[in-house]
């Protein structure tokens, strides 16, 4: 396991206790496992019996030794009573501040990430993964501490070991470490084997924070700034002016090579001496301290819901039309996303949602026919699976609290993003059809406003009028970004199909009613009015040959509704 004699380890152990540095930095110096990481989730006891076979350890309370110190020298070497026994830091780590220590490694930390666990469906979940920050002071902590333990050990052979070799990775280290233990602890009080840890594939990602930072601030006593009465702006300007500082300051600190370099670094990042209840792992002040010091979050991963929804109520958004500086009442935040998505978030118990649809209708248009397909993303929910029972309990919760104004079905829980790329490719091909009821200017009944080339015929106007309509097939337009959504959208000539046109009927000399069958992303309402010429040909254009009033012929659409779209999920 390792070359080096019991009596070097055994002076690294102590000369490191004495420093204030825990077993497992100590050991994180020197790789005396051979990269077997999993030695390192052995409790400590464990540990020394591995390295030293029958030598004790000698855990005496400690904490309130003043004389522990970073700077201490060969002459604080503590007397034991039993030779056989090797002394052990009992207080808080200088270097991880307690969390490679047995305390937080095989006790807080792991039921930590219990509580977390247990708030997901944890008969579903038989996978998981961790991931761990913190600040750059550790690694320059690590890095001044390897040079004053080099000065404390009498080994020519572990002196050179230390200055030789790169310490293990200890954000890697622990988290592969407290995964393991974390595993184990589950198995046990669950009694499921399956369990385990698979960073590749796991969809509930345990994320734990250590905010080392704090606990300096609260050893040294000094005032805090109220950071809850900083702007939010203020805040992220303080945060980016800190990540840049840490990571200058890191990059020098990691070229200072001499104990006379670290120096100022020593007295800034170390604490001299920690307080006597900071110092004790289980005293009130420092379980208090934990929930500053340590967090633990879970995250699962996204799940779609999808399904189809059709609009009934004219003047009804797709999503919250909230303007700058009015309140978010309930008139002002309905819409289909909050509708549906205010269940959802109910039922998945989810952090937030991102609302996607193929395509959208104006406010003042209806979604009938089958309805329009839909895709909600759902962000870290704690509830994934449901039954078909569950779901149709979904589906009557949404439409009972619409009111009538939205009626959904079809919904579907899927585990990846396929719904969501189905939904795009088919965004492009579909077609889609619309029923609208068109004023035009011109009398379509009058016949002295008929063209003197139309006049000759027997027909009826209206007649010819709806036979030419109804023989246009795959008539290509060419629409210029429309002026009500130039402010958002970029300014292009979009080619669009307009694959029929039929008309349905005519209500009076003016106004008739149409029924149309486009490509996906054409601008109906443009179309029909024109535009005022970014539309070409447009609906007036088209009939402006039966008239004799010359263009542009003035036509508007008073209602539209989207009557199918052609694509199912």
Not at 23 to 31: E, K, M, T
Not at 446 to 461: G, R, V, Y
Request: hydrophobic letters at 35%; one cysteine or more.
């Amino acid at each position: 396991m390792t070359s080096l004699p019991e009596a070097d380890i055994k002076q690294i152990i102590e000369k490191a206790g004495q420093l204030g540095c825990c077993l497992r930095c100590a050991l994180c110096y020197l790789d005396l496992f051979k990269m077997n990481i999993a030695m390192y989730s052995k409790t400590e006891a464990e540990l020394v019996e591995a390295l030293l076979g029958n030598v004790k350890m000698d855990c005496s309370d400690d904490h309130h030794r003043t004389s522990d110190t970073v700077h201490a020298t060969s002459s604080d070497e503590c007397k034991y009573k039993d030779e056989a026994s090797v002394k052990l830091l009992t207080g808080r780590c200088k270097i991880c501040f307690g969390a490679f220590q047995d305390e937080y490694l095989h006790q807080r930390l792991p039921l930590q990430m219990e509580k977390v666990y247990n708030e997901y469906d944890t008969q579903f979940l038989n996978e998981f993964h961790v991931s761990l920050s913190y600040s750059p002071h550790f690694q320059m902590r690590e890095h001044c501490f390897k040079f004053l333990l080099s000065r404390q050990v009498t080994s020519q052979k572990v002196q050179q070991l230390l200055q030789s070799q790169p310490p293990l990775d200890r954000k890697r280290l622990l988290k592969t470490t407290v995964s393991d233990i974390f595993e184990k602890m589950m198995r046990r009080k669950i009694g499921n084997d399956s369990l385990r840890a698979n960073p590749q594939s796991a969809p509930l990602l345990i994320e734990i924070k250590l905010n080392d930072e704090y606990l300096l601030k609260v050893n040294s006593e000094k005032e805090q700034i109220e950071d809850d009465k900083m702007s939010p702006m203020k805040k992220k300007r303080k945060k980016n002016k800190n990540d840049r500082a840490n990571n200058v300051n890191l990059q020098m600190v990691l070229k200072m090579n001499t104990l006379d370099q670290l120096e100022n670094v020593i007295q800034t990042e170390i604490p001299d001496c920690w307080r006597s209840d900071l110092s004790d792992l289980n005293s009130a002040a420092s379980i208090g301290c934990d929930k500053e010091f340590l967090s633990v979050t879970g995250l699962h991963s996204v799940i779609y819901i999808s399904g189809y929804y059709r609009k009934l109520e004219r003047g009804l958004p797709q999503s919250p039309w909230v303007m700058r500086g009015s309140k978010e009442d309930e008139q002002n935040t309905r819409s289909v996303d909050t509708y549906i998505g205010e269940p959802v978030m109910k039922y998945t118990l989810a952090d937030s949602y991102k609302f996607d649809s193929s395509g959208r209708e104006d406010k003042n248009v209806r979604m009938l026919g089958n309805g329009r397909p839909f895709v909600f993303a759902v962000h870290n929910p704690r509830r994934c699976h449901f039954s078909t029972e569950q779901v149709q309990e979904i589906e009557n919760t949404i439409n009972t609290k619409a009111n009538g104004s939205i009626q959904v079905h079809t919904i579907q829980i899927h585990f990846d993003n396929t719904v969501c790329q189905k939904m795009k490719a088919g965004a492009e091909e579909k077609k889609k059809n619309y029923r609208c009821v068109v004023w035009c200017e011109a009398d379509m009944m009058k016949e002295d406003s008929i063209s003197p080339s139309n006049q000759d015929f027997a027909e009826p106007l209206q007649q010819r009028m709806t036979s030419f309509l109804e023989s246009i097939k795959d008539l290509e337009i060419g629409q210029k970004t429309p002026l009500r959504v130039l402010h958002r959208r970029a300014l292009h000539i979009r080619k669009k199909i307009i694959h029929s046109i039929k008309c349905v009927e005519f209500l009076n000399a003016h106004t008739l009613v149409l029924d149309l069958s486009t490509s996906a992303g054409t601008y109906v309402k443009e179309f029909i009015n024109g535009d005022f010429g970014r539309t070409e040909p447009s609906f007036g254009t088209l009939l402006s040959q039966f008239f004799a009033k010359p263009t542009p012929f003035n036509a508007q659409i008073l209602q539209l509704d989207v009557m199918d779209i052609e694509m199912a999920l």
